[in-house]
């Protein structure tokens, strides 16, 4: 009995960068590490797809007075 699984590896870029540049990028490495895949995986194939999304939201925390720096802001937003 063969056994087929499959695994999604998503690549974010900067919402600043051309998607269509970001495709060729990773259709380059894709290309790169194709020879380092075992036959199997060859055989049965890699895809490289282009999906667009818009964040869902963009939140920036800042401390008015400078009291905390970037480390501990960024530590209070991921706790809370």
Same mark, same amino acid.
């Given at each position: 009995?063969?056994? !087929?699984? *499959?695994? $999604?590896?998503? +690549?974010?870029?900067?919402? %600043?960068?051309?998607?269509?540049?970001?495709?060729?990028?990773? @259709?380059?490495? %894709?290309? @790169?590490a194709?020879? $380092?895949?075992p @036959?199997e995986?060859?055989?049965? &194939?890699? !895809? +490289? %797809? $282009?999906?667009?999304? *818009?964040?869902?939201?963009?939140?920036?925390? =800042?401390?008015? $007075? &400078? !009291?905390?720096?970037?480390?501990?802001? &960024?530590?209070?937003? =991921?706790? !809370?």
């Amino acid at each position: 009995m063969q056994t !087929t699984a *499959s695994w $999604k590896l998503y +690549v974010n870029f900067d919402v %600043k960068t051309d998607p269509n540049i970001d495709q060729v990028l990773a @259709q380059i490495r %894709k290309s @790169q590490a194709d020879s $380092k895949l075992p @036959q199997e995986v060859r055989d049965y &194939g890699v !895809t +490289v %797809k $282009k999906s667009q999304s *818009s964040p869902l939201m963009i939140v920036s925390l =800042y401390s008015p $007075k &400078g !009291t905390y720096d970037a480390t501990f802001s &960024g530590n209070y937003a =991921y706790i !809370t």
